[in-house]
């Protein structure tokens, strides 16, 4: 009896420390303490907490979002961050997101008319029309909250229609026939203008040099981008950059880019020559240079320590790019790759 009652409470102490150490295993794994973030610049948002999954959008600069969870990263102590929309990526160099707080008024500030009132009962139907148009990726929820499982995802250009509505959290919550969507501003309750696209603004900020038929290249690159993913596209064509054929006596068949010496506040992206003959490569390889144009505009273009993680950051952005452009291509698998052991990027 003594013998079944030690066995008893050993077996209770143990599932003490094994609860106690699974608990604190999950609560060391968070590494973003707030309960709030804000972005001083656009970040990407992903469907979930890998360097490899899908691109869902960006966050808008300045917004306050509410914090769902976080894990540590895998790479160079980095940390993902659960947002309503899916996950941010806060890198351990990196001041983008920072934590964020929701205004709240003091009590003593109240007047007495607010301290008396009652709270004012938010409507069960928050959304009055029957429609919804999507202008941006989102997700799809089982029930109307963030905590509800992703049940898949909308894309632009996609309309829904909506059956009911109701406010939880920080959205208002619109019913469809594959879930719940939450009315962002991605969502909207009117059909977008239909936009054309024109040969004679296609490089936008871009000057493009070399023969006509780099140039019919690049022209095929930034229309895919465009057509396939507006959001690549913008980020292609935001800055004033000047795009040439790789002529150089070294290395000729790889692209690159660098700080303009004669022209201020311009950049030179020079493309190899193995790199123009596929328009999804191509595509690819234009975010991943503009993404090092980005990196030296933020100051982040120093260091041949950092320049692994320089490298490693702008192959996920062009991979990102790649699945939404040209999904399956052959050469998202080369740089996935590449990424699962990027040291050998120098060797």
Known sequence: MKSTLKSKALGIMLSALFIF???AAAQSDRCFSHEALHTTRSVDIRSDDSYFARYIAKTERN???TVITSKKAALFDSCWIEIGDGWLLRRSDSSVIKPGA?????PARRSTTEQN???TPIPSRCYSYSTAYVTGSINIRSGPGVGNSKV???NTGESFTVSSSQRNGDYCWLKISRGWIAKTGRV??????ATEATNSNIFANLNVQGPSSFKSAINKALSLLKNRA????????AKKTTISPNTRQWPYTVSFSELSINTRNITNIWIGSTHDKDTGILAGVLIHEMCHVYQRDEGRHQGRNDQIKREVECMELQVEAMQQA????????KIQDLLRNPSRLYR
Do not use: L
């Open 102 to 106: 929701f205004e709240e008024r003091s």
């Open 63 to 65: 917004k306050i979002y």
């Open 117 to 119: 009132a009652s709270p």
């Open 230 to 237: 507006p959001e690549w596209y913008r980020y292609v064509t």
């Open 21 to 23: 150490t699974t608990q």
């Open 188 to 193: 909207s309750a009117s059909k977008p203008a």
């Open 326 to 333: 040209s999904p399956g291509h052959w050469f998202i698998r």
């Open 152 to 154: 898949g995802s909308a």
